[in-house]
């Protein structure tokens, strides 16, 4: 199983890493038999799976969900929870709490926090002093959504990139196990990866962190329309989808499916052993 001292060496051993974000059994069983030795339970899965404009109505609650269904599909990779908005802003007594159940009703291995004031590295310090691993999040850190006026990228001036390599900074000194660096320039993610001994995972961060992320539906094109700079797309599933629902609705309607091959009789054919190795490949 992959775990933080794994992700440090790969720090340590320059080898740029891969992590995912996943919010359900079958695709965490996919990406982790895929050998994604990091899968992000986002709180991205307000906005691509529930439908929602901003990560910022995801209450603990929902990640409680779907951190559960990844833990169950998952067995190798390192599992992060994504802490969802006031789940750790209100205290560090409910950030232990809320942390807390991601580690021990949901199966996570570490928690992702936003920000990086002192509030948050204290919270930092705090989880990785019980023994729960913090991974940070600085740049664009969209449950700030309102206060940076929108989706924007971060740490364009010198003041504010000054800013982010403190916090970086603090977040390790903190304990921090890594950091994701978000929407900023790719010198100042450069030179955050420079100068931090832990590791740092980039989504529109240039190509020098020591590891990359995207969200699942942006990678294999769930998400529709034009995609986002930073985003690489390797399949593009909504149309694949499409597609096959258009043919399998035609089929239906001209009584190509079902066929013979997919009738049960009342006699010869053996019935299936078990029902899940037949409806989910086992
Ligand atoms: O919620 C999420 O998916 C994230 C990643 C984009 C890093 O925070």
Redesign the pocket.
Known sequence: MTTVLDVQRYKDEGRHFAML?AYDFLSARILDEAGIPIL?V???LGMVMLGHPT?LPVTMDDMLVHAKAVSRGARQALLVG?MPFMSYQVSTEEAVRNAGRFIQEAGMHSV?LEGGGPAIVEITKRLTEIGIPVMG?LGLT?QSVHTMGGFKVQGKTDAQAARILKDAKALEQAGAFSI?L?GMPSKLAASITHELRIPTIG?GAGPATDGQ?L?FHDAFGLTTGKAPKFVKRYANLAEDIARAATEYAEDVRTGKFPGPEHEYSTNGSTPAKDPTEVRYGG
């Open positions: 974000t992000l986002g709180d991205s990560t994504d992702k999040h969209p994701v978000e989504i992320v969200v």
